[in-house]
């Protein structure tokens, strides 16, 4: 059964005014998580080899090679799941 | 001092992160541990694990001699006039938490003022407006400046007859600002008030004697200078722990529990300080451990710590100065901070930033630091902070500069 949870170790909601959350990737997962997302999210920019700027279904997002991501303007964790679900599988 | 014989007592720092060498700036979080503080716990469960103070038994009172030996060790570390004026308890949040409550329940009504500052760490604030919603007292804040300096003139006109308690932080857990808490502690006192300390981010780095500061409580924290996490210490005055009532019930804070001749309730008699205060079996391992710590850094000496991280401090901060977009916030005033550096980068968050250098395998925190009132002051969303500690060296601030030179031209 394909599932966000195969790919994601934690979600952290971030500390700060900005309220965006971080999706960290298991780490012998992050890879093949992170081509996935490419494949399906717009490629905006791509900083140094270390950040990706990506758009998908009107959120942007960053990817950082190192396996975590940042999403930005989130409503809840069920828009985020639905989010991941579509960008994973 | 020499910071690279420090490092070989810490066998984290031979981590790699993303293959590369961790460099730990997230000490004002919570530092990292020497093989002492490690092995001391390891002793403790290998060799003498018992209950303290309730068992006659060989190593129930070998942990027990052990245990209050550390109160002892800690007592003397912070100049305190008798180990019996250290309450152990998780941290420096349980520690204003059990004045709040214990000290604040009995002593705080409608018309009491509690005066704390802007620039408090949320465990200095929620702590006194939960109570002051119980008791019906308020609590006045004290302004900051733009560059997170007190504002000493509004924290003293603010004192008055109705101020039973001045509550500030010696040092800033944001901007890395000393405090003049002995100051505050003199005016407090001028006012029949008393004067509670947060020495979570001031213990650790300096040299902090509260007989000296002339203060009534003082809080803080083990994990940041070099012990366990669920280790702290309270310091008050002898004589107002015993006028205060318990803050938690059970086993240890109590010397009697009778049930009453006839009737079908209990007689209690409080323990004597501290133990009134440390209610059930206690972080036995952690408080030895602690002690372990405050050796290791007695042995650097804390006048050495402070200029470690002065120098570093300086030595970053004029680097970081010369790259536009890099905002820098706090007090340019070097000589009046700790090793504390809050920034940010201009069109980047504080937690892209954090990512970016854990790519690297530098660590920094990002956010509000537990601070929102302070970064409110400051216009923040939030903010990026590097903090150094005793095993930090020159070498991996020039590491920081090049990720950060990086950043910038992204």
Same mark, same amino acid.
């Given at each position: 059964?394909?599932?966000?949870?195969?790919?994601?170790?934690?979600?952290?909601?971030?500390?700060?005014?900005?309220?965006?959350?971080?999706?960290?990737?298991?780490?012998?997962?992050?890879?093949?998580a992170?081509?996935? $997302?490419?494949?399906?999210?717009?490629? #905006?920019?791509? !900083?140094?080899? &270390?950040?990706?700027? +990506?758009? =998908?279904?009107?959120?942007?997002?960053r990817v950082?090679?190192?396996?975590?991501? $940042?999403?930005r303007?989130?409503?809840? #964790?069920?828009? !985020?799941?639905? &989010?991941?679900?579509s +960008?994973? =599988? | 001092?020499?910071?690279?014989?420090?490092?070989?007592?810490?066998?984290?720092?031979?981590?790699?992160?993303?293959?590369?060498?961790?460099?730990?700036?997230?000490?004002?979080?919570?530092?990292?541990?020497?093989?002492?503080?490690?092995?001391?716990?390891?002793?403790?469960?290998?060799?003498?694990?018992?209950?303290?103070?309730?068992?006659?038994?060989?190593?129930?009172?070998?942990?027990?001699?052990?245990?209050?030996?550390?109160?002892?060790?800690?007592?003397?570390?912070?100049?305190?006039?008798?180990?019996?004026?250290?309450?152990?308890?998780?941290?420096?949040?349980?520690?204003?938490?059990?004045?709040?409550?214990?000290?604040?329940?009995?002593?705080?009504?409608?018309?009491?003022?509690?005066?704390?500052?802007?620039?408090?760490?949320?465990?200095?604030?929620?702590?006194?407006?939960?109570?002051?919603?119980?008791?019906?007292?308020?609590?006045?804040?004290?302004?900051?400046?733009?560059?997170?300096?007190?504002?000493?003139?509004?924290?003293?006109?603010?004192?008055?007859?109705?101020?039973?308690?001045?509550?500030?932080?010696?040092?800033?857990?944001?901007?890395g600002?000393?405090?003049?808490?002995?100051?505050?502690?003199?005016?407090?006192?001028?006012?029949?008030?008393?004067?509670?300390?947060?020495?979570?981010?001031?213990?650790?780095?300096?040299?902090?004697d509260?007989?000296?500061?002339?203060?009534?409580?003082?809080?803080?924290?083990?994990?940041?200078m070099?012990?366990?996490?669920g280790?702290?210490?309270?310091?008050?005055?002898?004589?107002?722990?015993?006028?205060?009532?318990?803050?938690?019930?059970?086993?240890?804070?109590?010397?009697?529990?009778?049930?009453?001749?006839?009737?079908?309730?209990?007689?209690?008699?409080?323990?004597?300080?501290?133990?009134?205060?440390?209610?059930?079996?206690?972080?036995?391992?952690?408080?030895?451990?602690?002690?372990?710590?405050?050796?290791?850094?007695?042995?650097?000496?804390?006048?050495?710590?402070?200029?470690?991280?002065?120098?570093?401090?300086?030595?970053?901060?004029?680097?970081?100065?010369?790259?536009?977009?890099?905002?820098?916030?706090?007090?340019?005033?070097l000589?009046?901070?700790?090793?504390?550096?809050?920034?940010?980068?201009?069109?980047?968050?504080?937690?892209?930033?954090?990512?970016?250098?854990?790519?690297?395998?530098?660590?920094?925190?990002?956010?509000?630091?537990?601070?929102?009132?302070?970064h409110?002051?400051?216009?923040?969303?939030?903010?990026?902070?590097?903090?150094f500690?005793?095993?930090?060296?020159?070498?991996?601030?020039?590491?920081?500069?090049?990720?950060?030179?990086?950043?910038?031209?992204?």
């Amino acid at each position: 059964m394909a599932s966000v949870e195969n790919y994601v170790a934690r979600i952290e909601g971030t500390c700060g005014a900005e309220k965006d959350v971080i999706v960290v990737f298991k780490y012998d997962k992050k890879d093949e998580a992170i081509d996935r $997302i490419l494949k399906k999210a717009q490629l #905006k920019n791509c !900083l140094a080899g &270390i950040i990706f700027e +990506l758009a =998908f279904n009107n959120v942007s997002f960053r990817v950082y090679s190192s396996g975590k991501a $940042i999403f930005r303007s989130i409503k809840n #964790k069920e828009e !985020l799941f639905k &989010i991941l679900t579509s +960008l994973l =599988f | 001092m020499d910071p690279y014989k420090i490092r070989e007592d810490f066998p984290i720092l031979k981590r790699k992160i993303n293959s590369n060498p961790l460099i730990y700036f997230d000490n004002a979080a919570t530092t990292q541990k020497p093989r002492q503080v490690i092995e001391a716990i390891s002793d403790f469960y290998e060799n003498y694990n018992a209950n303290v103070h309730r068992a006659v038994h060989t190593i129930s009172l070998e942990a027990t001699e052990r245990y209050e030996k550390a109160r002892e060790k800690i007592s003397a570390f912070i100049g305190a006039r008798d180990s019996s004026e250290i309450v152990f308890v998780r941290g420096t949040t349980e520690a204003i938490n059990l004045v709040a409550y214990s000290w604040g329940l009995g002593n705080l009504g409608k018309g009491d003022e509690v005066l704390v500052s802007l620039m408090e760490h949320h465990s200095n604030i929620v702590p006194w407006e939960i109570v002051a919603k119980l008791r019906g007292f308020t609590v006045e804040y004290a302004q900051v400046h733009a560059d997170g300096t007190l504002d000493y003139e509004d924290f003293e006109s603010k004192f008055s007859s109705k101020t039973r308690i001045a509550c500030l932080s010696q040092v800033s857990n944001v901007s890395g600002v000393v405090n003049d808490v002995k100051r505050i502690a003199k005016v407090a006192h001028e006012h029949s008030a008393l004067m509670l300390v947060d020495g979570a981010q001031s213990v650790p780095h300096m040299p902090v004697d509260v007989k000296d500061l002339d203060i009534d409580f003082l809080a803080f924290s083990g994990h940041k200078m070099l012990g366990p996490t669920g280790i702290g210490a309270l310091y008050a005055r002898r004589e107002l722990l015993e006028k205060m009532g318990p803050f938690q019930g059970g086993g240890e804070m109590i010397k009697d529990v009778s049930l009453s001749q006839g009737r079908e309730t209990c007689d209690i008699t409080w323990n004597e300080p501290p133990w009134k205060f440390e209610a059930g079996t206690p972080n036995t391992s952690g408080a030895i451990a602690l002690s372990e710590a405050v050796k290791y850094l007695e042995q650097i000496g804390m006048a050495d710590v402070l200029e470690h991280e002065r120098l570093l401090n300086e030595y970053a901060v004029k680097q970081m100065q010369k790259f536009p977009k890099v905002t820098i916030y706090g007090s340019s005033g070097l000589s009046s901070k700790c090793g504390i550096i809050p920034f940010n980068i201009d069109g980047l968050s504080s937690h892209d930033v954090a990512l970016y250098f854990d790519n690297y395998g530098i660590m920094i925190r990002s956010g509000f630091h537990c601070a929102q009132p302070l970064h409110q002051v400051f216009r923040l969303q939030s903010s990026a902070r590097a903090s150094f500690y005793i095993y930090n060296t020159r070498e991996e601030v020039d590491r920081f500069m090049e990720v950060l030179q990086e950043i910038e031209q992204l």
